[in-house]
């Protein structure tokens, strides 16, 4: 019953950002407002992660299965896309290094500031 429980939050929040999506007329997809949703509803403790953590869990464990409709869908649609293949090719490589950049710079900032404030409390 607790796992019923912690899907059902999780799907009223989806509901809700699907909810915000037909009402804002702005063109952000149903599920980014429905993950700010949570992210919010997390970070001001509205919402406690153990309230959802083994639905979570289990649905990160199980993300990669939900890309392959996706995956088929472009081999299906693979000739269409073909022309297009070198600029999908650049746009992936570049978007690719800078994420890796900037979690790259993320990551030493939030170390840097660890053992800045591990220092200080010595």
Same mark, same amino acid.
């Given at each position: 019953?607790?796992?019923?429980?912690? +899907?059902?939050?999780?799907?009223?929040?989806?509901?809700?950002?699907?909810?915000?999506?037909?009402?804002?007329?702005? *063109?952000? *997809?149903?599920?980014?407002?429905?993950?700010?949703?949570? +992210?919010?509803?997390?970070?001001?403790?509205?919402?406690?992660?153990?309230?959802?953590?083994?639905?979570?869990? +289990?649905?990160?464990?199980?993300?990669?299965?939900? +890309?392959?409709?996706?995956?088929?869908?472009?081999?299906?649609?693979?000739?269409?896309?073909?022309?297009?293949?070198?600029?999908?090719?650049?746009?992936?490589?570049?978007?690719?290094?800078?994420?890796?950049?900037?979690?790259?710079?993320?990551?030493?900032?939030?170390?840097?500031?660890?053992?800045?404030?591990?220092?200080?409390?010595?």
């Amino acid at each position: 019953m607790n796992i019923l429980r912690q +899907f059902s939050i999780i799907l009223l929040i989806s509901l809700v950002g699907e909810a915000l999506s037909a009402l804002i007329p702005l *063109p952000i *997809p149903a599920s980014i407002y429905g993950i700010a949703l949570l +992210f919010l509803l997390l970070c001001t403790g509205a919402l406690r992660v153990e309230s959802i953590r083994e639905v979570s869990s +289990f649905l990160i464990a199980i993300m990669p299965v939900m +890309f392959i409709p996706a995956a088929v869908g472009l081999t299906e649609s693979f000739g269409l896309l073909l022309p297009a293949l070198p600029a999908y090719t650049v746009i992936t490589l570049v978007s690719t290094i800078a994420v890796m950049a900037v979690a790259g710079r993320a990551a030493q900032a939030v170390i840097r500031r660890a053992s800045g404030e591990e220092s200080r409390h010595e």
